[in-house]
C-alpha cells in the first residue's frame, strides 16, 4: 500500500518538479555543442578552424552613393575593385597567411575579394593548400558592386594557375527573373533601367547551403576571402554571434 501510494502521488510530484530542470540541463549542452570550442559551428568530433577574412577597401565602400543610393550610374562601381587604400590593406595580410596554416582557401568571384586574395598570397599558397573559387560566398546583391564580371574577364585579369574560373556559370550572381542568365552585361542594363535587389529569404537560403558544403568537406582549417553582409548573416544563422560586421581585411577565426 505503501508503494502505491508512492508511486501514484510522489512520482508524479517529483516529475514535474525535476523535469524543466532535465530540460535546461539538455538545451545548455546542446548550446555548448554548437558553440564550443572556440565558437565553432561545427560538432565536436568535427571541428573545424575557419578564419572569416573581409576584402579590402573597395571603391564603392568610398563612393557617393554608398551613403545615399546606388542606381548604377557609374561603370566603375560594377565588380567595384580595391582603391589604393585597399591594396594596401590586402597587402598587410600577406605576413598573416604566411604563418596561418591552412588546407582550403575559398574565394569569393567578385573582383574585390580576388584582389585581396592575390595581395594576401603574393604566390601561390604551399603544395597541399586548395584554392577554389565559390559564387556561392559573393556578397549579398543589394548595389551595382555585387554585380560581378564574367568568367572569361576574371581569367584576363588574374590569370594565376591557383585561381581556376572555369566552372562558373557566364552569370554566376543573383538576377531576378526579367534578366538575362547568359549574358552578363544585362544585368548592368537592368541595373541602371529598374534596379533589382538578392530577395532576404534567397541569400539565407544561400548562407545556409554554403554551411552546409563547408559541414562536408574533409578539410579542418579553411580560409574564406568574402564580404560583410554575407559573413554577418553566417555568424548571425550559425554562430549565434550578432550585428558583426568586420572591417576591410579584418580577420575573425571562429
Known amino acids: 500500500v505503501a508503494m502505491e501510494f508512492l508511486r501514484r502521488s510522489l512520482l508524479p510530484l517529483l516529475r514535474a518538479a525535476f523535469s524543466p530542470l532535465v530540460r535546461t540541463f539538455m538545451h545548455l549542452l546542446e548550446r555548448a555543442r554548437v558553440l564550443l570550442p572556440q565558437w565553432s559551428i561545427w560538432p565536436r568530433q568535427v571541428a573545424k578552424r575557419v578564419l572569416l577574412v573581409r576584402h579590402g577597401q573597395s571603391a564603392h565602400n568610398v563612393s557617393d552613393v554608398y ?4 542606381n548604377g550610374d557609374h561603370e566603375h562601381l560594377f565588380d567595384a575593385e580595391l582603391t589604393e587604400q585597399g591594396h594596401k590593406q590586402a597587402e598587410a595580410l600577406a605576413p598573416v597567411f604566411a604563418s596561418e596554416a591552412v588546407d582550403l ?3 569569393s568571384p567578385l573582383s574585390r ?3 585581396t586574395y592575390v595581395r ?8 597541399g593548400v586548395r584554392t577554389e573559387v565559390w559564387a556561392m560566398a559573393r556578397e549579398h546583391l543589394t ?12 581569367r584576363e585579369r588574374f590569370p594565376r594557375p ?7 556559370d557566364s552569370v554566376w ?7 538575362s542568365k547568359e549574358d552578363p552585361l544585362h544585368s548592368r542594363e537592368q541595373y541602371r533601367r529598374y534596379g533589382f535587389m538578392e530577395p532576404e529569404r534567397v541569400f539565407e537560403d544561400r548562407v545556409d547551403q554554403f554551411v552546409s558544403m ?14 560583410s553582409d554575407f559573413f554577418n548573416a553566417l555568424l548571425e544563422r550559425h554562430v549565434d554571434i550578432h550585428n558583426r560586421w568586420l572591417e576591410n581585411c579584418e580577420v575573425l577565426t571562429i
Open 120 to 127: 594576401a598570397y603574393p604566390k601561390p599558397p604551399p603544395r
Open 67 to 70: 551613403a545615399y543610393g546606388d
Open 162 to 168: 591557383d585561381l581556376n574560373f572555369e566552372h562558373l
Open 143 to 154: 548595389d551595382s558592386c555585387d554585380i560581378g564580371s564574367s568568367p572569361s574577364a576574371l
Open 214 to 227: 563547408l559541414r562536408a568537406r574533409a578539410e579542418t582549417s579553411i580560409a574564406i576571402f568574402g564580404h
Open 113 to 115: 575579394s580576388v584582389q
Open 173 to 179: 550572381w543573383y538576377v531576378d527573373a526579367d534578366t
Open 105 to 107: 582557401v575559398i574565394v
